[in-house]
């Protein structure tokens, strides 16, 4: 009885890193596209743009270029993004994974 406990605990849990590990991948994609275009962008306009491009290279889809919040810092643009990802577990639960980052 106990095996059959343990193989259904491990299952769930294989189950459900099947869910958070593409999740995790894009949003590590999503910071390396925001420090990207930070750096090569010289205006908002010219960092959204840059960072749309990247969106389309790499194939996340979780925001876009409108969604940055893009500020000045001295001489240089800060350029932040915060998104939430629900991941629906079974009847009305979900697992929401919040999403913070930034360019610096």
């Known amino acids: 009885m106990g095996l059959i406990v343990t193989g259904i605990v491990v299952a769930v849990l294989v189950v459900l890193a099947a869910e958070i ?6 949003y590590s994609s999503i910071q390396k596209a925001v420090k ?3 750096q090569s962008g010289s205006n908002p306009t010219e960092i959204r743009n840059a960072f749309d ?3 389309a290279a790499d194939y996340f889809q979780a925001i876009s270029g409108q969604d940055l919040k893009i500020t000045k810092v001295g001489d240089r643009y800060v350029v932040e993004f915060a998104y939430d990802k629900e991941i629906h577990l079974v009847g009305p639960a979900y697992l929401v994974l919040k999403y913070r980052g930034r360019s610096e």
């Open 53 to 55: 491009r990247a969106k």
């Open 21 to 26: 590990v593409p999740s995790v991948s894009e």
């Open 36 to 38: 990207r275009a930070a």
